[in-house]
């Protein structure tokens, strides 16, 4: 098993600029106690609430709550809200009923400021001196750390190994001009390059519009002075150069793109109906369902042919663990938090979602997390990686939803490139302005 030791990072914001950030682990199991002032008795016949927003973890999280039942004797009662849920919109609903969850997710940065009232300060459990560098900044408010990071991911293009070798493809594209001809020949051999999920609002307001944002020369900067008013969107090169990926994903890919949602567009890829689709590591497991076995890797998403900078894949963490302020069982779930990190069951929950742990002392292998975020791994160690920045935007999930609105009247040709760049800065300035 190997143990990760990284060296220097090169993070400002979740990862960009970076700093020494001790990223290795240690061998051995490392025991928190319970972190709750109580003891398993008293804890019997607890019920948490917890809401969950990661769909491609609800199997695997269900089973640990069980386990947890069986040590413990607290029921934790899983909620579900992913893919097609909105899950921000739900969260909301439950805060505005009265129902709130004792336990659920939130993001950094602008997600953090939006909550940071409903959450329980965390700075003083065991686990934060654990917690790997590049996971506390997002999570962290006047020096304070309100959340646990879930896992470590990254995403680019998911790509097929076995039809990339039919095609006659021993070069793996890292520039567009590379990407355009490995999508030439891929058709040339009767392969669909890609398979676009269009349809879903966060593959392209969260994940495709933060390309555009994370290749700027210094993307904290560059949100910052568009947020200001200082840079417009609509004279930025880098955006030019964005549209241009879009427009080959477009050309290369199915047809009516914005009909494909995530359930289809990853069952298409496993059954190898295209080379490549712009997911992460989370499709690992329903992967492993459909296709097990299945030889796939991660590619970076080019703009330009500038190949070192855009040799990179982006990573951060998708959400944080927090509990809320308000619950009348937060010893009961700050001991669930504990266990999840200190125990044999609970660190083995990272393995069984094929994710990165985000814990120092987690050891972990590649074969264990899977292809995905094995390539992940390797794009860390080598400090070639991308910051995610929609968690700084202004309105964040609004605002996001909006752009992904916008994004796709472009490519359903509705409207062209420069009513998309006048689009996406009305959207900046009316979010700003709040």
């Not at 682990?25 to 928190?32: D, K, V």
């Not at 659920?104 to 065991?126: C, I, K, M, N, R």
């Not at 355009?180 to 519009?209: C, M, S």
Request: charged share 25%.
């Amino acid at each position: 098993m190997r143990m990760r030791g990284l060296g220097i990072w090169t993070v400002v914001l979740l990862l960009l600029a970076l700093s020494a950030c001790g990223f290795g682990r240690s061998e051995g199991q490392t025991h928190f106690g319970d972190g709750a002032g109580t003891d398993q008795e008293d804890r019997k016949g607890t019920v948490i609430k917890l809401y969950n927003f990661k769909v491609e973890m609800s199997e695997q999280l269900d089973a640990l709550v069980k386990q947890y039942a069986v040590e413990t004797g607290v029921n934790i009662e899983v909620e579900t809200c992913g893919g097609g849920c909105d899950y921000g919109a739900g969260l909301k609903t439950k805060f505005n009923s009265g129902d709130r969850p004792d336990i659920f997710f939130v993001a950094g940065y602008s997600d953090l400021d939006l909550f940071q009232e409903h959450l329980e300060d965390l700075t003083d459990q065991p686990w934060v001196d654990d917690m790997l560098e590049l996971t506390k900044p997002a999570i962290t408010k006047d020096g304070a750390i309100y959340g646990m990071p879930l896992v470590i991911e990254g995403w680019g293009f998911v790509y097929n190994k076995d039809l990339f070798k039919r095609a006659g493809i021993t070069k793996l594209p890292v520039t567009l001009t590379e990407l355009r001809d490995t999508a030439i020949k891929l058709k040339r051999a009767g392969i669909q390059p890609f398979e676009n999920g269009y349809a879903e609002r966060w593959v392209v307001g969260n994940h495709l519009v933060n390309v555009a944002f994370a290749l700027q020369p210094d993307p904290i900067a560059y949100v910052e002075d568009v947020r200001t008013g200082r840079e417009k969107l609509t004279a930025n090169p880098v955006l030019r150069n964005w549209t241009d990926l879009i427009d080959l994903t477009v050309e290369f890919g199915q047809p009516n793109p914005l009909q494909t949602d995530y359930t289809s567009q990853v069952t298409n890829f496993a059954e190898g109906k295209a080379a490549m689709m712009q997911q992460g590591v989370w499709v690992q497991g329903m992967m492993d369902k459909l296709n097990p076995g299945m030889d796939i890797g991660l590619l970076p998403m080019p703009i330009n042919d500038k190949r070192e900078a855009m040799d990179k894949l982006q990573v951060g963490v998708p959400n944080y663990w927090v509990i809320s302020r308000s619950s009348k069982v937060k010893r009961e779930s700050k001991a669930f938090l504990n266990w999840l990190v200190s125990s044999a069951e609970g660190r083995k929950f990272f393995a069984d979602v094929r994710f990165i742990p985000p814990f120092k002392s987690i050891p972990f292998s590649k074969e264990q997390i899977g292809p995905l975020a094995a390539d992940v791994e390797t794009y860390i160690e080598q400090n070639k990686i991308l910051p995610w920045m929609w968690q700084r935007y202004p309105g964040y999930e609004a605002n996001t939803y909006q752009m992904a609105v916008q994004v796709q009247a472009y490519i359903g040709k509705r409207i062209g490139r420069e009513q998309l760049f006048q689009d996406l800065q009305s959207t900046w300035d009316d979010y700003s302005a709040e």
